[in-house]
T-cell receptor, first 113, second 114 residues
Framework: AQSVTQLGSHVSVSEGALVLLRCNYS??????LFWYVQYPNQGLQLLLK??????LVKGINGFEAEFKKSETSFHLTKPSAHMSDAAEYFC???????????FGTGTRLTIIP | ETGVTQTPRHLVMGMTNKKSLKCEQH?????MYWYKQSAKKPLELMFV???????ENNSVPSRFSPECPNSSHLFLHLHTLQPEDSALYLC?????????????FGPGTRLTVL
């Protein structure tokens, strides 16, 4: 069975600073990994996904994530935070061929002006 | 309409009421999902429908009853709910035939049980 751990339920960064949101996973088989973002009063929107092609994955809104098998990590980064990045971010994992996603508990990102 | 839509967006109901949540996907997908999102908890998968057949019931109480009449529509029928059932209920859809399961989410229904 797979699981996801997101370290830090709340992260605050200054506008223009680096954003780093951490995600570690466990899976018995090579996983698919996803980052979703949720803005207030909205559903989840896919930011990016890892599906065993390039280990560095680029997503929307300037976000990217790197799959590191040795560290079982899939951390989300953005070089320069923008006020519009304030939201909740969820990491998720699925086993190949499995219809189910397992989500982490989420990280709320606050941007300080 | 595009993507995944959910109605109503907000619902307040008493513990003795019966209500239904509706989800519709306009993406041609063959799988649909109900999730419960409560404060400070991970998203909880409730039900999965794959080609209209229920393939997952994640130990959900019987006061929640799903219905999937076709691959585009999914309902969640609610009766005799408890206050702890107050949450954001999210619907999602995906194309199972893809090698990975990218799910597309609706905006959710914010449910309050009094």
């Amino acid at each position: 069975a797979q699981s996801v751990t997101q370290l830090g339920s709340h992260v605050s960064v200054s506008e223009g600073a680096l954003v780093l949101l951490r995600c570690n996973y466990s899976s018995s088989v090579p996983p698919y990994l996803f980052w979703y973002v949720q803005y207030p009063n909205q559903g989840l929107q896919l930011l990016l996904k890892y599906t065993s092609a390039a280990t560095l994955v680029k997503g929307i809104n300037g976000f990217e994530a790197e799959f590191k098998k040795s560290e079982t990590s899939f951390h989300l980064t953005k070089p320069s935070a923008h006020m519009s990045d304030a939201a909740e971010y969820f990491c998720a994992v699925s086993d190949r061929g499995d219809e189910k996603l397992t989500f982490g508990t989420g990280t709320r990102l606050t941007i300080i002006p | 309409e595009t993507g995944v839509t959910q109605t109503p967006r907000h619902l307040v109901m008493g513990m003795t009421n019966k209500k239904s949540l509706k989800c519709e996907q306009h993406l041609g997908h063959n799988a649909m999902y109900w999730y419960k999102q409560s404060a400070k908890k991970p998203l909880e998968l409730m039900f999965v429908y794959n080609f209209k057949e229920q393939t997952e019931n994640n130990s959900v109480p019987s006061r929640f009853s799903p219905e999937c009449p076709n691959s585009s529509h999914l309902f969640l029928h609610l009766h005799t709910l408890q206050p702890e059932d107050s949450a954001l209920y999210l619907c999602a859809s995906s194309q199972i035939q893809d090698s990975y399961n990218e799910q597309f989410f609706g905006p959710g229904t914010r449910l309050t049980v009094l």
